[in-house]
Nanobody
Framework: QVQLVESGGGLVQAGGSLRLSCAAS????????MGWFRQAPGKEREFVAAISWNGGVTYYRDSVKGRFTISRDNAKNTVYLQMNSLKPEDPAVYSC??????????????????WGQGTQVTVSS
């Protein structure tokens, strides 16, 4: 069982940066792939980034490549999402999630069994 708690969201100007954190409870965190998803009002939840259990493999949606970086520190049971050059299309509730499935499943919310509550990211123009 893994419980996830996000933090680090807030209001930032366009072009600015935020770093989201996702703290996990449970000794099995290091065995899970982790992902970040986002959901804006009136839109479906969409994949943002994913990272393998050891950090060796990462995936990103095309619109955030080169701007966002996912990383993890298994000693601290934490996964991060560094977001740079934030754009007006980035605001949403960002949620982290844990997956016990293989890489082909990481881009879909259905590939994850554990979810945090989410943290709001707002970008002002």
């Amino acid at each position: 069982q893994v419980q996830l708690v996000e933090s680090g969201g807030g209001l930032v100007q366009a072009g600015g940066s935020l770093r989201l954190s996702c703290a996990a409870s449970g000794r099995t965190f290091r065995y899970y792939a982790m992902g970040w998803f986002r959901q804006a009002p009136g839109k479906e939840r969409e994949f943002v980034a994913a990272i393998s259990w050891n950090g060796g493999v990462t995936y990103y949606r095309d619109s955030v490549k080169g701007r966002f970086t996912i990383s993890r520190d298994n000693a601290k049971n934490t996964v991060y999402l560094q977001m740079n050059s934030l754009k007006p299309e980035d605001p949403a509730v960002y949620s982290c999630a844990g997956s016990q499935h293989s890489a082909p499943h990481w881009r879909s919310p259905h590939g994850y069994g554990y979810w945090g509550q989410g943290t709001q990211v707002t970008v002002s123009s």
